[in-house]
């Protein structure tokens, strides 16, 4: 088990992420989904060792990484800003994390390559973003750790790629039982692969969700009454609220059959309900009073 306990990051005095808390089992995918500049790289980096926390702590299997270099190898993360892997070629970055990390399978990471058919002999750098991606990918894959963070790694993917790069981290689950934590500001990206997702707001977790409980117990309904002012009932137990003109569309967290005839009992002129996205019910999470918000 991963434990991140009341963890805390400064930089330059400012706080990055304050006291953030969570469990991670083993055989899981996790989203950790949050506006840009939220924190998400600081918390990945901060659980790499690359920074050093301001506070609290993190236990794999309840030993501290940071005394323990056997420990350090259980998390695996790749930082574009702190890579020193960036002016080599993908053969002799392979070759490199084969002699650094006692766990990783070469073998493995340059079958992907093959597979993939990514230049083993360009430099990192050289690469496009989406094919720095996929490598990245490939090395996480390949590393043998029990908690892989891969920070953004759709971002600059086609669809193709895209598919295959997905197909990788659930082959890597399903043969290894690492656990695997994937940030975005994308949610979309996220659902179908991820069992759980963590909201960063506000500089920490403000929200857990496991999404088979999101799905089972969230619904947009579309109404209309005959009177603009809507009854408490909709005002105190939808989480957003949308009008266009008398049809309102009310977002519920948490919807029930008390809750739905209690609404029918109005006798609205409207009453439909509709399939609620993911993205509906994390946008509210994330949403602040004053800015607009990338889901």
């Known amino acids: 088990m991963l434990e991140v306990k009341n963890l805390t990051t400064k930089l330059d005095g400012t706080t990055i992420i304050d006291d953030i808390n969570f469990k991670i089992d083993t055989q899981e995918i996790i989203g950790l989904v949050g506006r840009n500049g939220s924190g998400k790289t600081t918390l990945f980096r901060t659980l790499a060792n690359i920074y050093e926390a301001d506070g609290g702590e993190y236990l794999v299997d309840s030993e501290n990484p940071g005394k323990s270099p056997a ?16 002016s080599n070629t993908l053969k002799k970055n392979i070759e490199l994390l084969d002699l650094i990390y006692l766990k990783f399978d070469a073998k493995s990471a340059f079958d992907l390559i093959e597979k993939t058919k990514l230049p083993l002999n360009k430099r990192f750098r050289s690469l496009s973003k989406g094919m720095k991606e996929l490598f990245k990918i490939i090395l996480a894959v390949s590393s043998n750790a029990n908690y892989i963070l891969l920070d953004e790694p759709f971002d600059g993917l086609d669809p193709i790629v895209k598919k295959n790069a997905t197909k990788l981290i659930l082959d890597r689950l399903a043969e290894s039982g690492s656990s695997i934590i994937i940030s975005s500001h994308n949610l979309s990206e996220l659902e179908m692969i991820v069992s759980r997702v963590l909201i960063l707001k506000d500089h920490t977790i403000a929200r857990d969700y496991e999404l088979d409980e999101v799905r089972s117990s969230s619904r947009k309904v579309q109404l209309a009454f005959e009177t603009a002012e809507l009854p408490a009932i909709i005002t105190d137990n939808a989480s957003h609220i949308e009008r266009n003109g008398r049809i309102i569309t009310a ?26 996205t993911l993205d509906d019910v994390f946008a509210q999470a994330l949403q602040t009073d004053s800015d607009d918000f990338t889901v």
């Open 71 to 86: 420990l350090r190898e259980d998390i695996f993360y790749i930082d574009d800003s702190y890579n020193p892997l960036k």
């Open 251 to 276: 977002t519920f967290e948490s919807y029930n059959d008390n809750l739905k005839a209690e609404i029918q009992a109005l006798n609205p002129l409207l009453f439909e309900e509709l399939s609620v």
